[in-house]
């Protein structure tokens, strides 16, 4: 048993990789000196298996298959293609999103209260993370980036789906005239 599925972690964290499949709208905000207070909402989906959709309302669009990962932007009409294992590796905390169980590598996690983990990095370039849970679902991502913002995600209403997502939702099909961006 690794650290991620450690006797003291709250259930919801060590359920987390063994969901089937997760959709919830969420709140992103976040906070630097540069750029004050800043908030967006959105919705996300996830399935097993490196699936992921996460949509900002009136903005951004993230797509992954499994194996790439396709971000969106409608209003500058731009699209770029990473691989998935490239994007994890930049950023390890995609992991909480597309798969929980691989962010061991990265990170030692430890039970800092009765639905709180904190997840210490491995690697001094990566950022200490807390997660919190709630009624058996991840309810709140709290991190500071690269350039000293707190970023904080919000999960508002997680559940799991009876039926899983189309395949189509994990497909991204780029509009006319969209420029990708290498």
């Known amino acids: 048993m690794g650290t991620l599925q450690a006797a003291g ?12 499949r997760l959709e919830s709208s ?18 996300l989906q996830l399935s097993k298996g490196g699936r ?23 209003q500058a009409r731009t699209a770029q293609q990473l691989s998935l294992d490239a994007a994890v590796r930049d950023m390890p905390l995609l992991n909480i999103l597309v798969d929980p169980g691989a962010l061991e590598s990265a990170y030692l ?3 800092t209260g009765t639905d709180q983990v904190t997840l210490d990095p491995r690697r001094k370039d990566l950022a200490r993370i807390t997660v919190e849970g709630r009624h ?14 707190t970023q904080v995600l919000e999960l508002k209403n997680p559940r799991v789906p009876p039926r899983a997502f189309p395949p189509s939702t994990f497909t991204f099909k780029a509009p006319a005239g969209v420029r990708w961006i290498k």
């Open 26 to 43: 969420f709140v992103q905000a976040s906070e630097s000196a540069v750029f004050g207070q800043l908030r967006k909402e959105g919705t």
């Open 9 to 20: 972690l709250p259930a919801w964290w060590r359920a987390l990789p063994d969901l089937p």
């Open 109 to 111: 996690a430890r039970s």
């Open 136 to 149: 058996g679902f991840l309810r709140r991502v709290t991190w500071v980036d690269a350039t000293g913002a």
């Open 52 to 74: 992921l959709r996460v949509a900002y309302q009136g903005g951004m669009v993230l797509v992954a298959d499994g194996t790439v990962l396709v971000q969106y932007d409608p």
